[in-house]
T-cell receptor, first 111, second 116 residues
Framework: DQQVKQNSPSLSVQEGRISILNCDYTNSMFDYFLWYKKYPAEGPTFLISISSIKDKNEDGRFTVFLNKSAKHLSLHIVPSQPGDSAVYFCAASVSGNQFYFGTGTSLTVIP | EAGVAQSPRYKIIEKRQSVAFWCNPISGHATLYWYQQILGQGPKLLIQFQNNGVVDDSQLPKDRFSAERLKGVDSTLKIQPAKLEDSAVYLC??????????????FGSGTQLSVL
């Protein structure tokens, strides 16, 4: 039972443009969400998080939006850079316990 | 600050053999996780420890997988006997385990297991 879904396996974006990665979840108890970035042969690294008391969190070029009624979150990267090319995973949890991960979206930023 | 250490990086075994993976979390991190990531899928939680107690092992195939975290520090994950479908990357992660909305998982580089 996949509680966290990333329906786009891949995304290609031109350098300098916006990248939008989407994530949907089914468990309404989830209240804390994270985005991770993964390069080949490395473990995932933390990117940005958001709790359910907010609908937006920003960190430099990265912004995460949370729509609780739609059970949907998105990660915006502006402007996209070639070094952003990686697999991005969203993860959800109830109060920071037992994180469930999506299947990932492979982002390619074209120079 | 040292990150999460895992070994070995790669392991190739034949089905029905046994294998063990080791993880040393970040110093001071109370929570330790083992995830299995099959190619093309997201990480799936196998087991979660808080100090040396098990918090969640509901998705651990207990007939063949076992894990321990002695003294609440490093951990070992074992598979015996291995099956072809166990081929995956095994990721260890750790977190402080203290505050609910600031928890972040720090991952090791993983062990890539191939079962032939």
């Amino acid at each position: 039972d996949q509680q966290v879904k990333q329906n786009s396996p891949s995304l290609s974006v031109q350098e300098g443009r916006i990248s939008i990665l989407n994530c949907d979840y089914t468990n309404s108890m989830f209240d804390y969400f994270l985005w991770y970035k993964k390069y080949p042969a490395e473990g995932p690294t933390f990117l940005i998080s958001i709790s359910s008391i907010k609908d937006k969190n920003e960190d430099g070029r990265f912004t995460v939006f949370l729509n609780k009624s739609a059970k949907h979150l998105s990660l915006h990267i502006v402007p996209s850079q070639p070094g952003d090319s990686a697999v991005y995973f969203c993860a959800a949890s109830v109060s920071g316990n037992q994180f469930y991960f999506g299947t990932g979206t492979s982002l390619t930023v074209i120079p | 600050e040292a990150g999460v250490a895992q070994s070995p990086r790669y392991k190739i075994i034949e089905k029905r053999q046994s294998v063990a993976f080791w993880c040393n979390p970040i110093s001071g991190h109370a929570t330790l996780y083992w995830y299995q990531q099959i190619l093309g899928q997201g990480p799936k939680l196998l087991i979660q420890f808080q100090n040396n107690g098990v918090v969640d092992d509901s998705q651990l195939p207990k007939d063949r997988f076992s894990a321990e975290r002695l003294k609440g520090v490093d951990s070992t994950l074992k598979i015996q006997p291995a099956k072809l479908e166990d081929s995956a990357v095994y990721l260890c992660a750790s977190s402080l385990g203290q505050t609910k909305w600031s928890e972040k998982l720090f991952f090791g580089s993983g062990t890539q297991l191939s079962v032939l």
